[in-house]
């Protein structure tokens, strides 16, 4: 029997570690697996499973020890101590745990147990405080990346790494020099990558230049002088040089890295340059595909392109450039990248075909001062933005022949006349603050790619095109501020990935709740902005019950922003104009979580429906300027993650609800011109606003209104107050001396009444039906009776 439990319990272990390990861990000892479980159990782990986290595990197949180990991104939060299972993994020589949240912890010294340790990846991980001395022992280390972390102190010890290949420390805390002999101690380095710290000092090149394995240095955003230029003018190996915002104080000649025949890629930005370096003779490395110039207070064109053939990528955006981009910048034969944005650019050299025939696929001059025609845009197109300038005339219907655009934003310019009628195949169409005219086109065909269609700000007619309902693909519709004469869209509920619908400042009438009075049931809708038009009739109770995307638990599907279309080049991020906090804005950069209703100026009517509580992740809430009527709603205090709150000027009675103070995020609030009543709740999400807030609301009282729920007693002036004391006291003597003869005779009274009951006091009063009465306590009454007559002056100036 005991035999036979045993087998049993044996066969339930090999079940239990076979389902936990994957075929690459079948190989690991016990003591292996029960170091693996004990590190995965000292942190919280509820973002990964268990095949997530052992697909990161290997084992040596003759030893059964460890030998690589690699958390998946996100899975870990908690704090990495120094007697943690890890440090147990003595044969590790591969470790990744990048990406994971190991909250503010410090860098244990016992990785430096870790000795056969080749790779360490402790990216993204949010350790902090400096990084230990011990780490120098890892002598078998060819790979380091502690980047994004904040670590602090002084330059990591990492000269006894001799192996190093690879070291990235960027985006972290370190001060003070990095050591002078950095590459001659690591003669196998080929990434350095030190950018975004508060680091000093130069470096050392050995004396062979040509002995420096480096090909990729990034020193950018730091504090170093300008005496480490001629050390890296001698690291002729380099394809990949990023020197950004050096901090140096005189301008940069680019023709000291004329040695530099393998460079590639050049970023040099937030730096000045010398003009003279800028010029087609100046000698500068041919082999060069992407040159970064931004921020480089550039005042002419730089004519130093016309001698790189070999250019892909330019980007001279937020500079100063003036006059017109010459001609010959677009015969270069290689050029697929050109971001010119925000400079003083005022049209181009040549013909409106000028850029037809140019290799350019993605192409940026945003915010520039260009007028006239649009030019033709480049046959192979990609992405083209011209947004903030002056062009006008109609929009070139050769883009419609552009099979390979996929971003078009023409948006802050002067077009006029209609809008074409091709928009299906690109994913981002930003035509917004223009004079363009006519009807939306009814013609997004079936397998429409749009994305992003922002028409707001023009003059368009007509209503809204049902053939929208083939973009099974669309996040985001504004038409905002047009002359569009429709009913409420209840249609487009049928698109799946609908997150932003503005139809503000149209003609748009009729009513907001569907024909069946069911809710309003946008699957994945986060912003809804119906504000300046006519709707008209009330809310069913349960409008907002199927409202998915502002409900918690919700899934996110990773992206930072709506409309982040972006590849390594470029990226298109949504904005749109909202009312938030009393403000009317421009929102850049629209947030996947950002939640908002607003149905203010129109001519709604009824009750606040109550399912406004379900919305527990709406951030801001406009109903103002409508005709509601009822109560607040007591669920608005579930709205949690509430900051803006308008409600003024409807009909809304009764209190404000004392439980809106437990909203903490709850930064503006409205009730203006209401017919609200009783005391405003006092706290901090109430104290903070302005008297304008609840202005003109008739019984309201309280801070931040001037009159006090509780008025204190009249106060007079000094004489005045002296005299009427003097008639106080004489009135009180008069009281007294008559106060006294009135007590007596009512006591003889009562009792008399008490003892002989005379038949008029009963015909009267009734029959005392055997109960006895108590003169004392009679008199008692009728005493306090009268104090609350003679003080009743003085307990009506209190309530008042």
């Known amino acids: 029997m005991r035999l036979h439990f045993c087998s049993l319990l ?41 095949s997530d986290y052992l697909n990161g595990v290997q084992c040596d197949n003759t030893t059964g020890a460890v030998t690589k180990l690699q958390l998946p991104s996100g899975c870990f939060t ?65 790979h380091l990346n502690l980047s994004h972390n904040e670590l602090t102190g002084s330059f990591p010890p990492v000269r006894n790494l001799t192996k190093l290949s690879f070291l990235d420390l960027s985006y972290n805390q370190f001060s003070g020099a990095i050591p002078f002999d950095l590459l001659p101690t690591l003669p196998f380095l080929s990434y350095l990558d030190l950018k975004k710290n508060h680091l000093t000092g130069s470096i050392d090149v050995p004396n062979s230049s040509s002995s420096s394995k480096l090909v990729r240095l990034s020193l950018g955003f730091n504090q170093f002088e300008g005496k ?23 301008p940069i000649d680019l023709r000291v890295f004329a040695p530099l025949k393998s460079l590639l890629v050049f970023d040099i930005r937030q ?33 130093i392109f016309k001698t790189l053939q070999n250019l892909e990528h330019i980007d ?81 219907l050769s883009i419609c022949n552009r099979s390979s655009l996929i971003v078009l934003d023409l948006s802050y310019n002067k077009f006029t ?16 603050k223009n004079s363009l005219e006519g009807s939306i086109p009814d013609e997004f065909h079936s397998g429409a790619k749009t994305q992003t269609l922002d028409v707001g700000y023009n003059r368009l007619t007509g209503k809204l095109p049902k053939s929208l309902l083939n973009c099974s693909s669309l996040r985001f519709l504004s038409v905002d501020n047009n002359r569009i004469e429709d009913t409420f869209p209840f249609w487009l509920k049928a698109l799946p990935n609908l997150h932003v619908l503005t139809l503000r400042s149209n003609r748009f009438f009729g009513h907001l709740s569907p024909p069946d009075r069911g809710p309003l049931a946008f699957p994945e809708l986060r912003i809804l902005e119906l504000s300046d038009n006519s709707f008209t009739g009330s809310l069913p109770p349960n409008f907002f ?80 300027n409508n005709a509601f009527t009822g109560h607040i709603p007591m669920s608005l205090a579930n709205v949690t993650e509430l900051e803006s709150l308008d409600l003024s000027r409807n009909q809304i009675s009764g209190n404000i609800p ?88 009512g006591l003889v009274m009562a009792h008399v009444i008490a003892s002989f009951k005379p038949k008029w006091f009963v015909k009267i009063v009734g029959p005392a039906k055997g109960k006895q009465v108590d003169p004392v306590r009679l008199f008692m009454n009728l005493d306090s009776r009268w104090d609350s007559f003679n003080n009743k002056d003085t307990v009506e100036e209190e309530v008042i």
């Open 271 to 303: 730096n000045r340059l010398l003009p003279a370096s800028l010029s087609s003779d100046s000698e500068f490395p041919l082999s060069l595909i992407s040159l970064i110039l931004i921020q480089c207070d550039i005042i002419e064109f730089p004519n």
């Open 658 to 745: 004392r439980e809106l103070g437990s909203l903490s995020f709850l930064a503006y609030i409205s009730v203006a011109h209401n017919q609200l009543k009783g005391e405003i709740p006092q706290g901090p999400q109430f104290s903070g606003q302005g008297e304008s807030s609840f202005e003109g609301n008739v019984g309201l009282c309280g801070l931040p209104l001037q009159g006090s729920c509780f008025a204190p007693p009249t106060k007079y002036p000094k004489e005045e107050d002296e005299e009427e004391e003097e008639d106080e006291v004489i009135e009180w003597k008069a009281v007294f001396f008559g106060y006294w003869p009135g007590l007596l005779l």
């Open 545 to 624: 019950v199927n409202w998915k995307a502002s409900s918690p638990k919700i899934n996110e599907d990773g992206r930072i922003y709506m409309g982040d279309y972006k590849n390594a080049y470029y990226i298109y991020e949504d904005t749109m104009d909202l009312q938030y906090k009393g403000l009317f804005m421009e929102q850049g950069k629209v947030l996947t979580f950002y939640s908002t209703i607003d149905f203010s100026g129109n001519k709604l009517e009824g009750q606040i429906p109550e399912s406004i509580g379900l919305l527990e992740e709406l951030i801001a809430l406009n109903l103002s």
């Open 417 to 432: 006349g209609p809008i074409p009628q091709c928009l299906s195949n690109l994913k981002v169409v930003n035509l917004r």
């Open 228 to 250: 480490i230029i001629e050390p890296i003018s001698k690291l002729i190996n380099l394809n990949h040089l990023e020197l950004a915002s050096l901090n140096i104080s005189h």
């Open 316 to 396: 001279i955006s937020n500079n100063l450039i003036k006059g017109k981009v010459p001609e010959w910048f677009w015969k270069l034969p290689r050029l697929s990248i050109a971001n010119l944005v925000n400079n003083s650019l005022t049209g181009f050299e040549g013909s409106s075909e000028v850029l037809l025939n140019s290799s350019v696929q993605l192409l940026d001059f945003a915010y520039n001062s260009m007028t006239g025609a649009f030019p033709t845009p480049p046959l192979g197109s990609i992405y083209l933005s011209a947004w903030n300038n002056s062009f006008t005339g109609n929009i070139p």
């Open 78 to 142: 908690g704090t990495l101590k120094p007697n943690s299972s890890l440090f147990e993994l003595h044969q590790l020589r591969y470790l990744n745990l990048s990406h994971n949240n190991f909250t503010s912890s410090s860098l244990p010294s016992e990785f430096s147990n870790l000795t056969r340790l080749e790779v360490l990846s402790l990216a993204s991980s949010s350790f902090t405080g400096q990084v230990p001395s011990s780490i120098s022992n890892l002598i078998l280390l060819t």
């Open 10 to 50: 044996l066969l339930y272990c090999i079940v239990f570690v076979s389902s936990f390990l994957t075929t690459d861990a079948l190989a690991c000892l016990p003591d292996q697996i029960q170091a693996l479980i004990q590190f995965k159990n000292e942190f919280e782990s509820d973002g990964c499973n268990r």
